[in-house]
Structures are given as C-alpha cells and as structure tokens.
C-alpha cells in the first residue's frame, strides 16, 4: 500500500508538470477591453485614414518565449488592407522587437494610417495576431475594435478647383514717350544750329507730328531745361530760365508751321544736382563713391561745389566728362495711344480676326459669356500664336472645367512646352498632381505658381488633402465655394461654413450634403432632412452614402431620415 500511494503522488505531480506545461505553451485571446482606438469611429484626415491604438498586455499574459506581431487591418465590403504592423517579444527571446515582462504584462501603442477610397465609409477596424511560443503558432482569432470611417474630409474635390487663366496683356490706352536733347555750351543759351538739325531733334519732330494727325493717338509737349551745378546758383538760374525760354519758343514755332495745336510744358532746373549723381553713379571715375559721399553729407549747394572743387584732380575729369551733359533742354512728347474699344475688338473678331493682336484676343475673350465663342478665340490663339503659352493654357482650363481631363492635361502639357516656368501652367499642372494623389508633386508645382490666378484656392485644396485645415482656412479666404465650407466645417466653424456654403453661386449636391452634415453635428434635424431631399434632388448615388454616413448614424432609426435615403 505504500508502494502504491508512492506512485499515485508521482503521477499526480507528473500530471500537474503536463497540464501546466500545455497551458503555458498557448496564448489565449485578448479582449476588447484591453483596446482603445483614437478616433473611434476611425475618421479621414484628408485621404488618409489615421488611427492610434493603445493597448494593454495583461499580468501572467506574455509568456516569456513568445513573439506576438500585431497589425491593424481595416476591412471592407470587397477587401481589406493592412496597417503598420508592431512586433513584441517575451524576456527569454533576444531581438529588436519591444520586451514584454511575464508578470507585469505592459502597455503598448501603435500608429497606423490606411490611404482611404469611398467603399471603406461601411468598414471595421481589427487587430491580426501573430503570436508564437518556441516557434508553435498560438491561435488567436481577428479582434474587432473599432465601426467605420468618418470620411466628410474626403469631400474635397479637385474637380471644382477652379483652373489658372492667363491674363492677357491689353491695354486700353498705352503711354509711349519721344524724347530729344538740346544741348548748350558752357555759360550759354542760345540755339545750335547743329543741334536743331540733330538726327534726334528730326526724328522728334516727325514722331509728334504722326501722334497728332493720328485720331487715335493724344499728344503734349514738355520741356525742362537745366545748367550743370558749377558756376553759382544766380549764374545757374539765369542760365536755365534762358534755355528754357529759348527752347520753348523754338518748338512753338516748329508746331505752328506743322499746325499742330498742343500743350506745351515749360520748367527748369538752376542746378541739376539729380543728373548729376546719376550720371556719377554710372561713370567710371576713379573716386566716384568720393564724389557721391559729398553730395551726401553737404547738401547746400555751394558746400557741394566748394568741395568738390577742392578735389582738383577729379574735378578736371568731371568737368571733361559729366558736366557738358547736364548742360540741356530735354524735349518730351508724352502720347497716348488709345486702343480698340471693346465693341470694335468684338467686331474684329467678328468679320476679321486677323486685325487683331494676341493680347485683343485674348482680351476678347473676357467680353463674353459664351463657352464657345470663348474656346473659338482660344483656338484661334493657339493655331495663329501657338508660341504663345496662354492660348494652350486657356483652352486647357475650358477642357478642365467641362470634366474633360484628358484634353485638359494635353493642352497644359503643350502650354508647359512653350514657357515651362509659367505660373498658371504650374498651378494647373499641380491640379493633376492633386487628381494622382501625389501631393509632393503639387506641393513643388505650386511652389512654382506665384502670382497665378487661383493660387489661393489651389493652395487650400492642397492643404485640406494634406489634412492642415485651418492653413486650408486661411488660403481660401473669403472664398464661396464647397472646398472653402468644408474646410471651416472640419476646425469646427459651423457658422462660417453655413454662411460660406449658402453663398455658393452654383450650389451642387455636395453644398447641401454638406450643410446637412454642418445641421447634424448641430442637432438641427429639419435642415438635415430638408438638406438632404435637396441634395438627393440633384444626385440620387447621395442617398446611398447618406444612408452609410456615420455623420447621419443617430438617425438611422427615425423614419423620416429613412424615408428619404432608404
């Protein structure tokens, strides 16, 4: 008997040994309880779907030979895709993976993000384990833990980013300018005869003379007379009146034998201290920063001319080189060329375009709000200018706004060949980028587009992609459009999205989605249904995602609500 009782205790302690043996050797399941998702429900941050995972290893959990590889998977009606995946490793397992203690268990967390597309608004968030002891692969199902996505950021729309048209360069009146010098002997006033006859002074005369008979041109004369700044202010300003009186005198009479009857400007200036520091800046005196160092520290003029003076070797080559030219009468016809009016340019347009310069057509463009006369101009730019780039660009924004991609990024790409470094062709060029989803190519493209028409609110899409709201706030401004609403939606500005929503000028069924979304998150449940048969209205598909839309998941169980999307 005592034999027997002898073995009987061994088995049982070899029995104990087995049982504790295989019960370590498995890893059971671990629970909800030990997760929290942040966002829950997972929510899109431009195109991307962010999500942090805390979790907890309980006590007695990780065994100490164990490796445990934990990655979220989110999963959707026709797939599913995977996250970052983590890795985690018991004390006895040497590796570069986190250290679990045996007794302590630990906390642990991971970030992951999914690239979002529409069909993963009706999707869960679960976590796949790999855990293994010595090798042996433990079975440890998918564990829930966390509903769908949240995906209003992914409202934004490229399509409705308005493209870049270059302007044109018309001007209705244009400022052009013949000049003419007159020039004197030291101390004296009288006229040259060599100086009237001047190839400057003919080509002056006959230039006023075309302006004048010319309808469309306006012309008037002005005359400043000067003296160089050395010889004495009183001997200066005697010189200059009379220069000036000479001069004006001779052109009076030269337009009264050519009977053109305009204005005529007189002044003068005694001493050209002005002149005479530009010409010094642009010499190539040997001690012009001396020169220029006085008139900056002197500036009454017999200080000036005193020590400049004293400076005798300098003062030999300025009065060789700089002097004799400030000794003048400069001559200004100021014209005015007046352009075609805008009914003249339509009418060109009309019966004979080719009357008309590249930057009449492309202001005729802007004369109308006809989409087809608009593309005609533009392809008669591009067939008779087509080393113009606006005409390829400006076709190109027609095609973009028509939903016309492929034409669109022809013509882009064909305006990019002709001037590569023209902002509106980056800017648009950038808008594609946006399309591909390559935001550091847009990014780099609009780097490229300053002062392009549009800039700003290409600038706020780019940053609502890249889930920077309110800079996506500030580019658009005071801009109306859905992008610029649902960028104050997202930081939460209800009321300026509403009112920014409301002044769309051709609202679609996004603007009211929108809003319906805005009366949601407000607790307003008439504009929501109102919203919503709104926007319905206008695209039926808005049901189905209104339906699946967990802004609108509270009133899934009111019948009004299901009424108008189910």
Known sequence: MKRKSSILSLLLIVGVAIFSTSCSSKLTPLTQNNFNVTPSPLETVGNQIPVTINGTFPEKWFNKNATVTITPILKYASGEIAGTPYSYQGESISGNRITISQNRGGNFSMNSSFPYSSEMQSSELYLRFDGRIKNKRSNLPDLKVADGVIATSALADVGTTPPSVAPDGFQRIIQDAQEANIMFVIQQANLRQSELNSRDMSEWKRRV?????????????????????????????????????????????????????????????????????????????????????????????????????????????????????????????????????DDEIMTAWKQNPKELSVEELLYASTLTDDQSVKENIYQYVTANFSNDYRGWNNIGTMFFKRGEYAKAKQSFDRAAQVNPSAPEVNMNKALFAIMDNDLNSANELLGRSPGADGLDEAMGLLNLLQGNYNQAVGAYGESKSNNAGLAQLLVRDYNKAKQTLEAVDNPDAVTAYLLAIIASRTNNFNEVTSNLRTAIGRDRSIAAKALNDLEFAKYRTNQEFMSIVG
Do not use: C
């Open 209 to 341: 003379e075309e302006a004048f008979n010319d309808p469309k041109q306006n012309v008037n004369v002005e005359v400043s007379a000067y003296a160089s700044p050395d010889g004495g202010l009183s001997l200066n300003e005697r010189l200059a009146a009379e220069r000036e009186r000479n001069t004006s005198k001779y052109l009076e009479s030269e337009l009264d034998k050519r009977k053109i009857d305009t204005e005529v400007y007189a002044h003068y200036t005694a001493q050209d201290w002005e002149g005479f520091r530009q010409l010094v800046s642009a010499s190539n005196l040997q001690d012009k920063e001396l020169i220029l160092r006085v008139l900056e520290m002197y500036p009454d003029s017999e200080t000036r001319e005193r020590e400049i003076k004293n400076i005798s070797y300098v003062f030999e080559e300025l009065a060789g080189t700089i002097l004799p030219q400030l000794r003048r009468s400069r001559i200004i016809a100021n014209i005015e060329i007046v352009g075609k009016s």
